[in-house]
Structure formats: C-alpha cells, structure tokens
T-cell receptor, first 114, second 118 residues
Framework: AQKITQTQPGMFVQEKEAVTLDCTYDTSDPSYGLFWYKQPSSGEMIFLIY??????QNATEGRYSLNFQKARKSANLVISASQLGDSAMYFCAMRPYNFNKFYFGSGTKLNVKP | SQTIHQWPATLVQPVGSPLSLECTVE??????LYWYRQAAGRGLQLLFYSVGIGQISSEVPQNLSASRPQDRQFILSSKKLLLSDSGFYLC?????????????????FGAGSRLTVL
C-alpha cells in the first residue's frame, strides 16, 4: 500500500528565515517519483519540485530544495529565505512508476510572519 | 505548451439537482486524466482517473460518475447532488506511464471548481 504522511498540520516561520516541511512515504515499489505542490488561498495547485527515487542528488528549484533520504523514506521540502507569498498549503505527493495514481499527503499550512 | 481548462469555476446548486463539471486539456495527446475533490481545509481525495477514452477507474463509491468521451475531455457528473458533495473539485492530467528514465511525469492541475450544495 502507498501512503504519504505529513505530520505538521500548521507551521509558522519568520520572513527571510528557512523552513522545513516534513514528508514521509511508504511504498514497496522500487521506482517512484516524489513531488511537492503549493496551494495558495486561491485554490490552484502549483507544482514546485520533483525528485526521482534513483536520483543521486537532492533536487533544487530556486528557493526550494528537497531533502531526500531514501533509506528513511523521507522527502522534506526546504524553503529558504521565506517570503510572505510563501504562505499557503503545501502537499507532498508520490507516484510509483508502475501506477497511474498520485498519492497525496494531508498537507501542511505554512504561515510566514512579517 | 499544454494547458488545462476546467469549468465552471464556481457553482451553487440545490440538493437533488444534477451536476456537470468539464475539463479539457490542450497541447498533448492520450493524457491520463484525474478528478480530485478537496473538502474545506483538507487534503485531496482521488475520485476518478482515466488512461484513455471510455476507460474510467473509480476510487471511492459515491454519488458521482465520470466520463471521457474524447481523448482530452473529462467530465464529472451527478444525477442528484447531496449536501456532502460540496467541495473544491480539481481536474488534472499527466503523461502516460513511463519508466524511471522518462522524467517527472508531473501532475498538472486545472484552476478548480468550487461547488456548494444547498
């Protein structure tokens, strides 16, 4: 069975500081992709970053980086230099390469304080 | 480039009325298509997905149905809405299955349809 766990329902961070959003996953598939999405209050789902299970290096996209620890089955999102516009819900997701389905965590609501 | 359109953006319907939400994808062919529902302040629940015309997989037994009459068109329907059908409905697409060398196969979402059943 596939499962994504985000244990932080809500988090606060001071503007310009870094923040880590936790994500752990459970799968028996050897090949899979890990994704993070941002959902602002408007509701749109915005793709942020991707990590393949065979990738040797952690993915980075601008201020976003993914701290991938395969043995621990964790894929934490790190946002550096937080901005007020980073306030949103953040979802971790996984897709086993042999499946058509994407599995989502319950989300973390991030609030950036000025 | 690929785009995904979803409509209507907002819908207020009485209990017992029918529902039709439509989603179309442009700029790609033979996509996987998905319908998700999100209750207020909650995560995403996969309702249906489709790997081709007429091929629908239902994830959760419920009052809703889905159809894919054309390659890039995905429709979510109900004959009689319930109060519990209220929520934010998201259509999404991805490329077909690939192996670990085929890249991210990102799931791309439409803007969503907010349904309120009164």
């Amino acid at each position: 069975a596939q499962k994504i766990t985000q244990t932080q329902p809500g988090m606060f961070v001071q503007e310009k500081e870094a923040v880590t959003l936790d994500c752990t996953y459970d799968t028996s598939d050897p090949s899979y992709g890990l994704f993070w999405y941002k959902q602002p209050s408007s509701g749109e789902m915005i793709f942020l970053i991707y990590q393949g299970s065979y990738d040797q290096q952690n993915a980075t996209e601008g201020r976003y980086s993914l701290n991938f620890q395969k043995a621990r089955k964790s894929a934490n999102l790190v946002i550096s230099a937080s901005q007020l516009g980073d306030s949103a819900m953040y979802f971790c997701a996984m897709r086993p390469y042999n499946f058509n389905k994407f599995y989502f965590g319950s989300g973390t609501k991030l609030n950036v304080k000025p | 480039s690929q785009t995904i359109h979803q409509w209507p953006a907002t819908l207020v319907q009485p209990v017992g009325s029918p529902l039709s939400l439509e989603c179309t994808v442009e700029g790609t062919s033979n996509p996987n298509l998905y319908w998700y529902r999100q209750a207020a302040g909650r995560g995403l629940q996969l309702l249906f997905y489709s790997v081709g015309i007429g091929q629908i997989s239902s994830e959760v037994p419920q009052n809703l149905s889905a159809s894919r009459p054309q390659d890039r068109q995905f429709i979510l329907s109900s004959k009689k809405l319930l109060l519990s059908d209220s929520g934010f409905y998201l259509c999404a697409w991805s490329v077909q299955l690939g192996d670990r060398h085929s890249g991210a196969n990102v799931l791309t979402f439409g803007a969503g349809s907010r349904l309120t059943v009164l």
